[in-house]
């Protein structure tokens, strides 16, 4: 299957160029391509370390529906796991939530690495989408007039290349410099501070357990996710800014052990710490994700913390409308699905921050030091396995199902 282009273009100009190489812009790159919409993909990273970055993993069944209908699942849907249900561990005890049979969905999980591999080959090396690697000091001029212009210095020759084009995909994360370009009224940060860290993990280990786990303890949270059949991520709660030179080997494990240790459960299978770094928990939505020919997506425009699992798939949900919005107008005229994109992304953006902060609250509450903070946070939590109405409404906004579009 060919690619062509939607209209002649010279090295100089293209109708979109994108700023990142990220599960956004691959999958806005992939979206034009299918289209016969030429564009630029521009990464500051080399393609060996986009491929290999360990971040998320965990995908919600209406992104992976979205990205199969566009002809980019078929690597996941090959070889992801599918997670029906998940575990609560507090108290000493284990509690299941079910939520498969709660709402007839489930996650899959599927190393962010990987989705990556399979969206650059696809983009690169089967619809022939141009990508170049290892740009520096990539810039963005005339936003807001019909004639924007992307420049980067090239890592061959260090010269400046200038691309003229139509629109700015800004999908180059939180410290790119598509945000950095938004007008001050538009880069306003709505933020809020958790207050708290977590120690990430990974370990050259199979999983302990055949789903997510939740430890909730007067330590501190812990978590327990499955990556692969030899991976295993973790997390455990600390202080904001810690130093993880200050978390061995064995306090690590024994830390995790005593949170995520409960009555009937299998012992942890402990390996070989091949990341560690601590992430201070923080939420920031930018003011719009629009400004003259520039739209942001994913991080570059709103970061939810890891509490929820829910980075990733808001970076698809942007990707799937940005890249149906440009097609729309670039082959149709139809100017309809930019004009309204980011308030139909905020929206989405907005019920996953609220679900991030009142999960937050269950998972940290028994370790705040407040009495009153930690027992309406263990009556939360019981509600879920006390109440089927508080398990489904839980199990839905968990899956993404109860989001607005």
């Given at each position: 299957?060919?690619?062509?282009?939607?209209?002649?273009?010279?090295?100089?100009?293209?109708?979109?160029?994108?700023?990142?190489?990220?599960?956004?812009?691959?999958?806005v790159g992939n979206i034009l391509r299918a289209a016969a919409v030429d564009c630029l993909v521009l990464e500051t990273e080399s393609r060996e370390s986009?491929?290999?970055?360990?971040?998320?993993?965990?995908?919600?069944?209406?992104?992976?529906?979205?990205?199969?209908?566009?002809?980019?699942?078929?690597?996941?849907?090959?070889?992801?796991?599918?997670?029906?249900?998940?575990?609560?561990?507090?108290?000493?005890?284990?509690?299941?939530?079910?939520?498969?049979?709660?709402?007839?969905?489930?996650?899959?999980?599927?190393?962010?690495?990987?989705?990556?591999?399979?969206?650059?080959?696809?983009?690169?090396?089967?619809?022939?989408?141009?990508i170049r690697f290892g740009v520096r000091d990539v810039r963005l001029h005339d936003l807001e007039t019909d004639h924007p212009s992307v420049s980067y210095?090239?890592?061959?020759?260090?010269?400046?290349?200038?691309?003229?084009?139509?629109?700015?995909?800004?999908?180059?994360?939180?410290?790119?410099?598509?945000?950095?370009?938004?007008?001050?009224?538009?880069?306003?940060?709505?933020?809020?501070?958790?207050?708290?860290?977590?120690?990430?993990?990974?370990?050259?280990?199979?999983?302990?357990?055949?789903?997510?786990?939740?430890?909730?303890?007067?330590?501190?949270?812990?978590?327990?996710?499955?990556?692969?059949?030899?991976?295993?991520?973790?997390?455990?709660?600390?202080?904001?800014?810690?130093?993880?030179?200050?978390?061995?080997?064995?306090?690590?494990?024994?830390?995790?052990?005593?949170?995520?240790?409960?009555?009937?459960?299998?012992?942890?299978?402990?390996?070989?710490?091949?990341?560690?770094?601590?992430?201070?928990?923080?939420?920031?939505?930018?003011?719009?994700?629009?400004?003259?020919?520039?739209?942001?997506?994913?991080?570059?425009?709103?970061?939810?913390?890891?509490?929820?699992?829910?980075?990733?798939?808001?970076?698809?949900?942007?990707?799937?409308?940005?890249?149906?919005?440009?097609?729309?107008?670039?082959?149709?005229?139809?100017?309809?699905?930019?004009?309204?994109?980011?308030?139909?992304?905020?929206?989405?953006?907005?019920?996953?921050?609220?679900?991030?902060?009142?999960?937050?609250?269950?998972?940290?509450?028994?370790?705040?030091?407040?009495?009153?903070?930690?027992?309406?946070?263990?009556?939360?939590?019981?509600?879920?396995?006390?109440?089927?109405a508080a398990a489904t409404a839980f199990a839905e906004q968990y899956l993404g199902a109860a989001a607005a579009f």
């Amino acid at each position: 299957m060919t690619f062509p282009s939607s209209r002649p273009a010279s090295a100089g100009r293209r109708p979109v160029v994108v700023v990142g190489a990220g599960p956004a812009g691959l999958t806005v790159g992939n979206i034009l391509r299918a289209a016969a919409v030429d564009c630029l993909v521009l990464e500051t990273e080399s393609r060996e370390s986009i491929e290999a970055r360990p971040r998320a993993g965990v995908v919600e069944e209406w992104a992976v529906r979205g990205l199969d209908r566009r002809g980019l699942a078929a690597g996941l849907l090959a070889r992801a796991q599918v997670h029906e249900e998940c575990e609560f561990r507090f108290g000493g005890e284990r509690y299941r939530l079910p939520y498969r049979q709660l709402t007839g969905r489930h996650h899959y999980v599927y190393p962010q690495p990987l989705l990556v591999r399979d969206l650059v080959r696809e983009y690169a090396d089967v619809r022939g989408g141009d990508i170049r690697f290892g740009v520096r000091d990539v810039r963005l001029h005339d936003l807001e007039t019909d004639h924007p212009s992307v420049s980067y210095l090239c890592p061959e020759t260090g010269e400046r290349q200038v691309v003229h084009c139509d629109f700015v995909a800004g999908c180059d994360g939180a410290r790119g410099v598509s945000r950095r370009a938004l007008p001050p009224e538009r880069a306003r940060l709505a933020r809020h501070d958790y207050g708290i860290g977590w120690l990430a993990l990974l370990a050259e280990a199979p999983p302990s357990a055949d789903c997510v786990v939740f430890g909730v303890h007067p330590r501190g949270f812990a978590g327990h996710m499955a990556r692969s059949p030899e991976v295993t991520r973790y997390y455990l709660q600390c202080p904001p800014g810690d130093d993880p030179a200050g978390w061995p080997h064995e306090r690590v494990w024994s830390e995790l052990r005593e949170r995520l240790g409960a009555a009937g459960a299998a012992p942890l299978a402990e390996g070989r710490l091949i990341e560690k770094r601590v992430l201070d928990m923080h939420n920031y939505v930018v003011g719009s994700m629009t400004s003259g020919r520039l739209f942001l997506a994913g991080d570059a425009a709103h970061l939810t913390a890891p509490i929820a699992a829910k980075g990733m798939n808001l970076a698809l949900h942007d990707a799937f409308l940005l890249g149906d919005a440009l097609v729309a107008h670039l082959t149709t005229g139809d100017a309809s699905g930019l004009a309204g994109y980011s308030e139909a992304c905020l929206r989405r953006v907005w019920d996953y921050q609220e679900f991030s902060e009142w999960l937050s609250g269950i998972y940290h509450g028994t370790a705040s030091g407040d009495p009153y903070h930690a027992g309406t946070s263990l009556a939360r939590l019981r509600r879920l396995f006390t109440s089927p109405a508080a398990a489904t409404a839980f199990a839905e906004q968990y899956l993404g199902a109860a989001a607005a579009f």
